[in-house]
């Protein structure tokens, strides 16, 4: 036993190293790792979980959490802790999760950036924002008019989740770029639990199933479901995501879910456009139909009532997790998306 602890510690600093060298290295990974192995893996994946009803991945982490919080009662209740040993065994753990997490999906972090792949600039100037945050704001105008029978109702989406679940999966698509793997989507098991975290999917890394919090709002329940079937293409950075989640959705054919992807847009161009000039994006929101603004406002209205004062710590380790993956702007990362919409509605 004492060979294999060594063994496993003795990997830690070996796949440190090899991580080091990976980062200055993203065409390896894009060719040998995010396209040639890891949609074999993901389709291996798919076999067996697909079929499943209900989500291994969340199975999973309930008996991580349970075995640990049992090692750490039984650990406290030996008159005499073997610190040496909880050493080794908590290290060798760490190895073996830290390999696995790797392997099955951290690579991606590492890839080649989509803007790259796209050729898409993502530098933009405040004109190009206020021009952006008008065809949202046109876009979903039009759409609310088609969908609602009056301007100040907002848009009500009569579809079960189940059915969104069905008809993105079937549509599911990103023509602007090669991406092999054929993604699926679950509800988590605790959806209650991750809407105190303050989270609206996940992806498990170790079993690459896509879960969305079944809690949410449908109009937020379709952007992240499509967000999270994003990630089991290998698109690791949540800018990329979020914006393959934005193209699906409004090149989608059903107008509730464009609705859900320009609507989606909107809110992070609004944000954008208000930190870099307030009364300008104060001035332009205007246009917005007070129907569409409700929309958005039920979405926050929902994640206010579960606001808890544990929320930021969680998101603070969320961020510190990310930018140990690469994304060096961690939570805030997900508003890069911003940059990738606007050279797409450039082009």
């Known amino acids: 036993m004492n060979k294999i602890y060594i063994i496993l510690i003795g990997l830690i600093p070996v796949q440190l190293v090899g991580l080091i060298f990976i980062?200055?290295?993203?065409?390896?990974?894009?060719?040998?790792?995010?396209?040639?192995?890891?949609?074999?893996?993901?389709?291996?994946?798919?076999?067996?979980f697909k079929k499943i009803p209900f989500s291994i991945g969340d199975i999973f982490y309930a008996i991580i959490i349970m075995h640990i919080s049992y090692e750490i009662i039984m650990t406290f209740k030996r008159k005499k802790i073997k610190w040496v040993d909880t050493l080794k065994k908590t290290l060798s753990i760490f190895s073996i999760i830290f390999l696995a997490f790797n392997l099955n999906w951290g690579l991606?972090?590492?890839?080649?950036?989509?803007?790259?792949?796209?050729?898409?600039?993502?530098?933009?100037?405040?004109?190009?924002?206020?021009?952006?945050?008008?065809?949202?704001?046109?876009?979903?105008?039009?759409?609310?008019?088609?969908?609602?029978n009056a301007d100040t109702v907002p848009v009500r989406i009569s579809y079960s989740k189940d059915f969104i679940v069905q008809k993105i999966e079937e549509e599911f698509d990103f023509?602007?770029?090669?991406?092999?793997?054929?993604?699926?989507?679950?509800?988590?098991?605790?959806?209650?639990?991750?809407?105190?975290?303050?989270?609206?999917?996940?992806?498990?890394?170790?079993?690459?199933?896509?879960?969305?919090?079944?809690?949410?709002?449908?109009?937020?329940?379709?952007?992240?479901?499509?967000?999270?079937?994003?990630?089991?293409?290998?698109?690791?950075?949540?800018?990329?995501?979020?914006?393959?989640?934005?193209?699906?959705?409004?090149?989608?054919?059903?107008?509730?879910?464009?609705?859900?992807?320009?609507?989606?847009?909107l809110r992070y161009c609004y944000s954008e456009l208000y930190k870099l000039n307030p009364k300008k994006a104060k001035e332009k929101i205007k246009v917005l139909k007070s129907g569409v603004f409700n929309n958005l406002l039920e979405v926050s209205n929902f994640w206010r009532l579960y606001k808890n004062p544990f929320q930021p710590i969680i998101k603070k380790g969320y961020d510190s997790y990310l930018k140990a993956n690469g994304?060096?702007?961690?939570?805030?990362?997900?508003?890069?998306?911003?940059?990738?919409?606007?050279?797409y509605l450039e082009i």
């Not at 065409?27 to 893996?41: A, T």
């Not at 993502?122 to 004109?127: M, R, T, W």
């Not at 994304?327 to 050279?343: A, H, R, T």
């Open 327 to 343: 994304q060096k702007k961690g939570i805030k990362s997900y508003n890069d998306m911003v940059s990738l919409v606007i050279s």
């Open 175 to 265: 023509e602007l770029n090669e991406l092999k793997p054929n993604p699926y989507l679950k509800n988590s098991l605790w959806g209650t639990l991750l809407s105190y975290m303050g989270y609206a999917g996940y992806l498990n890394p170790f079993t690459l199933e896509s879960h969305v919090n079944n809690k949410i709002p449908k109009l937020d329940y379709i952007v992240t479901s499509a967000h999270e079937m994003a990630h089991q293409l290998g698109i690791a950075s949540e800018s990329e995501a979020n914006f393959i989640a934005f193209y699906n959705c409004i090149n989608h054919s059903d107008p509730f879910i464009q609705y859900s992807g320009y609507t989606f847009a």
């Open 108 to 148: 991606n972090y590492y890839r080649i950036p989509l803007h790259k792949k796209l050729n898409y600039n993502v530098e933009y100037d405040l004109s190009q924002l206020e021009k952006t945050f008008e065809i949202l704001v046109t876009a979903s105008n039009n759409l609310h008019k088609k969908l609602s």
């Open 23 to 48: 980062k200055n290295h993203p065409l390896l990974i894009e060719i040998y790792y995010s396209q040639k192995f890891y949609p074999i893996l993901f389709d291996f994946y798919r076999f067996f």
